[in-house]
């Protein structure tokens, strides 16, 4: 996300400086307007060395928080703001229990809090937490509600953790039971079965076939296989420098989503993110064009970004946000249906919240079914791997007692 320098005041008539992100120029002055601040200049940060050390914040190991650490730590912090305890002291307690990497991150927030900074400037500036959290905590604070707002974030990624868990879990299955499969396979043509076949050479009896063929797979793997490891690393580096380019990334996207069961999991859970996201955001106070950005950058799948992009664009002209939803070829009629009910009904945070929550148990349940459906052709597909190498083994062994019987 872009930085943007900005010289502002504040209520008292001091002048401050620094750098945000933000996904544009009006969004920036948004944020500063919400800290109280009057903005006399907002422009491109151009500083090399604030572009270098936000990439390699972002890129440091535990420099930004999960899931599960940002549900623990709104819920600990909303639980102490809203006993009374003072932002300094409940940061103070909540840092020595972190992670390194994301205690750095609170002294950083500390730190600004303790030179007059608000929290959502010293979340900001730290760059530890996602957009949502900055925007809400933004909002909390501008309305008073700062322990309310906290506790809801808790909640929000309670669920997103509980969702992506479903998901890790129902795709870890296939993908360790293939690594090992692999690994067995491989280990078994290239050292268990030339074994074999010298054994059989012996007799001067020739190989059937099948034996043949995997002997000549095993030699040109003992011999050749740092090839075949070489060109699917350099086949792999250009598979990923292809989808890190837009057109690559929308075809793979495209590509993903058309998968029968695979494709529909991720477009599901791509709408119950931006559903829960949206919400949260809606209720908590930010404008809806405001949290529409927001989502939009939570969202893992460009081609559903583009569609909230739309959305937003329509809202900001003046429109029903509900049509470019209802247009988007990837996002599902129901998604739209609600958004319109909640916005001639006035009850869009509250539609939005049973969207998600629908949603979230649609997931679940395909990730079940997911996992259900992969196990027997798994076990299909090893069954008839397994068989090839035993058939390939032991037809010599059958022909040697055909020669000598």
């Not at 900001?124 to 949502?132: I, Q, S």
């Not at 989502?295 to 946000?321: C, K, Q």
């Not at 349940?365 to 068989?387: D, F, H």
């Amino acid at each position: 996300m872009p930085r943007y320098a900005y010289r502002a005041r504040d209520a008292a008539g001091r002048l401050h400086g620094g750098s945000i992100e933000a996904a544009d120029a009006g969004e920036a002055l948004a944020r500063l307007r919400r800290r109280g601040l009057t903005v006399t200049g907002v422009e491109p940060d151009r500083d090399l060395g604030n572009m270098v050390r936000a990439w390699l914040r972002s890129r440091r190991p535990g420099a930004r928080m999960s899931h599960r650490d940002l549900a623990f730590f709104c819920r600990q912090l909303g639980t102490m703001v809203a006993a009374g305890v003072s932002l300094r002291g409940a940061l103070q307690t909540l840092s020595p229990g972190a992670r390194p990497g994301v205690r750095s991150g609170l002294e950083r927030v500390l730190a600004s809090l303790e030179g007059g900074e608000s929290l959502t400037g010293a979340l900001e500036r730290a760059a530890l937490v996602p957009p949502l959290v900055v925007n809400m905590v933004a909002a909390g604070e501008a309305g008073g509600i700062l322990d309310e707002v906290l506790l809801r974030l808790a909640d929000h990624y309670d669920k997103e953790y509980a969702v992506a868990r479903k998901v890790r879990s129902a795709l870890a299955y296939p993908a360790v039971v293939l690594a090992a499969a692999l690994g067995v396979l491989t280990l078994l043509v290239t050292y268990v079965f030339p074994i074999f076949v010298q054994f059989f050479q012996q007799f001067d009896a020739p190989l059937p076939a099948p034996t043949r063929a995997l002997l000549a797979t095993s030699q040109w793997l003992r011999a050749y296989g740092w090839v075949l490891a070489a060109g699917l690393a350099a086949a792999a580096v250009g598979a990923r420098a292809w989808a890190a380019s837009t057109a690559g990334r929308r075809r793979l996207e495209r590509l993903v989503l058309a998968l029968p069961l695979g494709g529909r999991l991720l477009q599901l859970r791509e709408v119950s993110r931006l559903a829960r996201t949206l919400g949260a955001l809606y209720r908590s106070g930010v404008p809806l064009a405001e949290a529409l950005a927001v989502a939009e950058r939570t969202l893992h799948l460009r081609l559903l970004a583009d569609g909230v992009r739309a959305a937003r664009t329509a809202l900001t002209a003046g429109r029903p946000m509900a049509e470019p939803f209802r247009r988007h070829p990837h996002f599902p009629p129901m998604l739209a249906d609600m958004v319109a009910v909640g916005e001639e009904s006035g009850t869009l945070d509250a539609m939005l919240a049973r969207l998600a929550d629908y949603y979230d148990r649609e997931v679940d349940a395909m990730a079940t079914q997911l996992t259900a459906l992969l196990e027997p052709v798994l076990v299909l597909l090893l069954g008839v791997i397994v068989a090839v190498v035993v058939v390939s083994m032991f037809l010599p062994l059958y022909d040697l007692i055909t020669l000598f019987g």
